[in-house]
DNA sequence: CATACGTCCTGCCAGC
DNA sequence: TGCTGGCAGGACGTAT
């Protein structure tokens, strides 16, 4: 569930509570979340110190004194908790704690996720780079310019949408982001990412950027499960204008949202302000090779 | 190579 | 009220 901004929003936050603090215990009770073996896990875990926290696509990445990364991928409903000071009552523990890290000076981190499509990869610096390197780039970076998108579009015959998941393509854009940024576009979702026109993908570089940066700055979109590590919700469900809305009016021109699905997700859009593709000619070339 | 689809897992909610 | 089917913010592996 969790996409760029709120992963953004996650490791701003344990910026502010969890760097210095030492590694003292490691607690895995999903070993199911864990990419490493779990007694390795631990055993490299306990006395690291946290160096720092980045975000990558919508990975939260913990840097740790030994230059180890810890990288942790929230799935759909991964939450990273922190508690500042001592440990929860029992009665306060999140329902479905999987990985627990008991700090020093004491407190804890809680990677909690119900449906346990989340993972916590500890790596070195190489493994990690190598991951790294098998993403897209970062679509609010400056380096993220209206050339590289149009680029990376031009030769694909995926639906926009589709593209707009894929990680490799441009990092850290989910559903809820891919089908607000094409509202503000203006581009039906199942358009073909290469017969997109240069104005649409101005529009389309625009729209992304912004509604991104829009979304850090309500600390995220709450439709049902995403928490900040304090456990609390983010505030931009309210500005979302088509995701998970089918029914209900466009706000722009009253015409009812539309839910439709291909890629197997849910795609919304307003039937009226993102037109499906014009009937097109298919052009077919003849290739030389049979 | 690129794209499409099923699968992992649990919980919630609409509809009957 | 209770059950059932559908659906969920992700991403990997396999098929085509």
């Not at 346990?116 to 609010?140: I, M, Q, T």
């Not at 990092?171 to 982001?177: F, H, M």
């Not at 094409?182 to 290469?194: K, Q, S, T, Y």
Request: with cysteine; hydrophobic share 40%.
């Amino acid at each position: 569930m969790p996409e760029l901004p709120e992963a953004e929003t996650i490791a701003r936050a344990l910026r502010e509570g969890a760097i210095g603090r030492t590694i003292a215990r490691v607690r895995v009770i999903r070993p199911d979340v864990v990419a490493n073996p779990a007694r390795l896990f631990q055993r490299r875990l306990v006395g690291r110190r946290i160096l720092d926290l980045q975000r990558r696509a919508k990975s939260i990445v913990f840097h740790l004194d030994d230059g180890s990364l810890l990288a942790v991928s929230l799935g759909m409903t991964g939450r990273l908790l922190m508690y500042r000071v001592g440990r929860p009552r029992r009665a306060d523990m999140p329902p479905h704690a999987a990985v627990i890290l008991e700090t020093d000076p004491p407190g804890m981190i809680v990677y909690d996720d119900v449906r346990r499509f989340g993972r916590l990869e500890l790596l070195d610096a190489a493994g990690w780079a190598a991951r790294s390197a098998a993403l897209g780039p970062e679509p609010l970076e400056d380096s993220f310019t209206l050339d590289v998108l149009g680029a990376i579009l031009a030769p694909s015959r995926a639906p926009i949408r589709s593209l707009l998941l894929d990680q490799r393509k441009i990092a850290g854009v989910g559903n809820i982001y891919a089908n607000e940024a094409l509202f503000g576009a203006r581009i039906h979702p199942a358009r073909l990412a290469g017969t997109l026109q240069p104005a649409e993908v101005r529009r389309l570089h625009k729209t992304i950027r912004s509604v991104l940066a829009r979304a850090i700055e309500a600390r995220g979109t709450t439709i049902r499960d995403y928490r900040d590590p304090n456990g609390d919700s983010g505030g931009f469900a309210p500005r979302l204008v088509v995701y998970d809305r089918a029914g209900s009016r466009c706000r722009r021109c009253g015409t009812v949202i539309e839910r439709t699905v291909f890629g197997g997700r849910s795609a919304f859009f307003c039937p009226s302000c993102q037109p499906a593709a014009r009937v097109r000619v298919i052009r077919r070339r003849r290739n030389a090779r049979t």
